[in-house]
């Protein structure tokens, strides 16, 4: 591995390219403790000091913000709003007929379906600092219980609002061009890493919380149990069913096309994090119907509401695992379908004369596809409940939080950009005819 790591700074162009990265990811990382204008710095680490957490989304979004969002920083709302306008208008090619034509027209398509993400990322943008300032404004941010210095985070003047909105949506801005600039001049894919290094910094803290609670012992086999789920989890994520394709020998002119063989991979986890997504942001609304409904002074509070706060508000109760656990299978099946259409794939392998030894060719072979997919989104839908569902398993037993680093969304981000990112600088060590990274 070391001799690897050093072929890799002895190459010119790939450790400029690596030198490049990693001086955009620190410029990222300064940003996310840089507070925005008319903040109170003293107060919001008062409150961070004191230990007062928030919960449902808002702590989704302060993972993937890399701890920016409750620092009240320049980076608050770090890379989620370009990762919910990129799920956005992935959606909209089944609704909308003019995305789904852009998306077969190729490199101008996607081009032109990149442009509508970036416009609508900074809309999204202004969004949610608008609410984040209004939620920083009410003191609710820290939650209700919070202390005095909680309610006086951000100035109250409508012009000083303003401008830490205006603010909060050009860092969003800024941070999309960082991981577009990681993109063409560094290494692997720029928002992805952008987002992985937003999550590996939380991993220190939510550790030694750990160790703060349960002690020594007890940290070392969270740190034990942790190392076997991501082993585990880089094997599931290798994993992939390979339907093998033959394509017939096609004379076009004085030429010779096909008569090749390839294959068909379909991975056991299609869907990636974005089923564990859905089901964070589908079960913060039971949340917010709660704390809308809270009674007044000297009232008693709906039976209803009180159902609520006892069952699918917090993470350690067994009706809300329930439910998370059937949202993340049946949004895996949801964007699994909406993401590989068999009958497409079908239709042009039967264009370029492809078919799949034993099946016939058009409907037959969509028929077949589509019953692979199934069988493999089966086993890829319960794994990915089941480590959804470790955050909240440590939430109960552990006393950590619903970011808990070894589970859920986290760890699968964590390994996805890791193993793409090592998978494409092996594959530039193996252009200039080294031996490569992997062995």
Known sequence: MFSAIGRIFRTPDLRRKILFTLAIVALFRVGSFVPAPFVSYSNVQACLAANQGTSGLYEMINMFSGGALLQLSIFALGIMPYITASIITQLLRVVIPHFEALHKEGQAGQAKLTQYTRYLTIALAILQSTTLVTVARSGLLFGASANQACQNLVSQEWWAVLIMILTLTAGTGLIMWFGELITERGIGNGMSLLIFTSIAAQFPN???????????????????????????????????????????????????????????????????????????????????????????????????????????????????????????????????????????????????????????????????????????????????????????????????NQNFPFGGSSILIIVGVGLETVKQIDAQLQQRHYEGLLK
């Open 206 to 400: 939510s550790l030694w919380a750990i160790k703060q609670a349960k002690g020594w012992e007890v940290f070392f086999l969270v740190l034990g149990v942790g190392l076997v789920v991501v082993a585990a989890v880089v094997f599931v994520e290798q994993s992939q069913r390979r339907i093998p394709v033959q394509y017939a020998k096609r004379v076009v002119g004085r030429r010779t096309y096909g008569g090749s063989s390839t294959y068909i991979p379909i991975k056991v986890n299609m869907a990636g994090v974005i089923p564990v997504i859905f089901a964070s942001a589908i079960l913060y609304l039971p949340m917010l119907i709660a704390q809308f409904n809270q009674p007044g002074i000297g009232e008693e509070p709906k039976p209803w509401v009180v159902w609520i706060s006892n069952n699918l508000v917090q993470g350690d109760q067994p009706l809300y695992m329930l439910v998370f656990f059937l949202l993340v299978i049946g949004f895996t099946f949801f964007y699994v379908q909406i993401t590989f259409n068999p009958e497409e794939v079908a239709d042009n392998m039967k264009k370029y004369g492809g078919f799949i030894p034993g099946i016939r060719a058009g409907r037959p072979t969509a028929e077949y596809l589509n019953y692979v997919l199934n069988r493999i989104t089966s086993a890829g839908s319960l794994y990915i409940g089941l480590i959804a569902l470790i955050p909240l398993i440590a939430l109960s037993f552990f006393g950590a």
